[in-house]
């Protein structure tokens, strides 16, 4: 054969094009959405939880007048609202990717030639998702059976998409960060789900944020999940019960301040110390 041979023969085979990154990254989303859905036990559990506490906490409280003239449903109703975006994010993924990864999961798709960058794509489609179905379910109830009001202002829809978007970009880096100090999938949910349950009784989820002790509150302002309850109140509840906030007011530019600082770190830190396989691995 010769050498004009190979040259044309290689010049007529089409020219291999990997598929565009959009492409690569709508297919990835798209398996982890169906992988979601099939596992109902999970679905149903991830949606009817928040639900479920809601019904309890609101039928159990929700004729107790707090400070500010507000009903304390109309309260947890706005806390419950942020403790959704943090549980879909932080919590789903803090136990979700390491279970993955102890099964072999991740380091299979880490020898594959799609993205590593796809992977956490596709994640975060699921983490949308949920996050946008969990909020229309809290209003829908929330408007339906404890006297709820929706904003009538532009402005505060304004808040409530960016106070969504900050609060669940810091929390899904963050749960993606904090997989780093699992060790194994049987662990997740031991490590990761006291600490939700932790930050969701001393962030004004469960509780007049107002009426925690002082050193709680400390505590809960250096996580996000306090400042994204505060930022669901400003709003969901009067003007006038920003004067009961231990500040005195909505801290708006704060609340910014502090998603978007969580949001740096929880970058650097899944950046630095995400793994792809468990330690045993090598």
Not at 80 to 109: H, T, V, W, Y
Not at 187 to 209: C, E, K, M, R
Request: hydrophobic residues 50%; contains cysteine; positive net charge.
């Amino acid at each position: 054969m010769t050498a004009e041979t190979t040259t044309a023969g290689t010049a007529g085979r089409p020219e291999f094009r990997p598929p565009p990154l959009r492409s690569v990254y709508a297919t990835r989303a798209k398996v982890e959405l169906l992988s979601f859905v099939r596992e109902r036990e999970a679905m149903v559990f991830t949606f009817a939880f928040p639900i479920l506490l809601l019904v309890i906490f609101g039928s159990v409280f929700g004729r107790r007048q707090i400070e500010g003239g507000i009903s304390f449903a109309q309260y947890f109703v706005a806390g419950m609202i942020a403790a959704g975006l943090f549980g879909s994010s932080f919590q789903n993924l803090g136990i979700a990717i390491p279970i993955e990864r102890d099964s072999g999961a991740l380091k299979r798709l880490a020898g594959t030639p799609m993205p590593r960058s796809a992977y956490f794509a596709g994640k975060v489609a699921v983490v949308a998702v949920v996050a946008v179905v969990q909020n229309v379910l809290l209003l829908a109830i929330g408007v339906l059976f404890y006297d709820l009001e929706l904003p009538t202002s532009a402005d505060r829809w304004v808040t409530y998409l960016w106070v969504c978007l900050l609060g669940l970009t810091a929390c899904t880096l963050l749960g993606i960060a904090v997989t780093s100090l699992v060790k194994n999938g049987r662990s997740a949910p031991a490590i990761i789900s006291p600490i939700a349950i932790v930050l969701q009784f001393i962030s004004g989820v469960f509780f007049v944020f107002s009426e925690l002790p002082s050193w709680m509150q400390e505590i809960a302002a250096l996580f996000p999940l306090k400042w994204m309850t505060q930022g669901m109140r400003s709003v969901f509840l009067p003007d006038a019960y920003q004067m009961v906030e231990p500040a005195g007011s909505w801290e708006h530019g704060r609340i910014a301040l502090v998603l978007g600082l969580w949001c740096v770190i929880g970058l650097a830190v899944a950046v630095r110390t995400f793994r792809w396989r468990n330690k045993a691995d090598g």
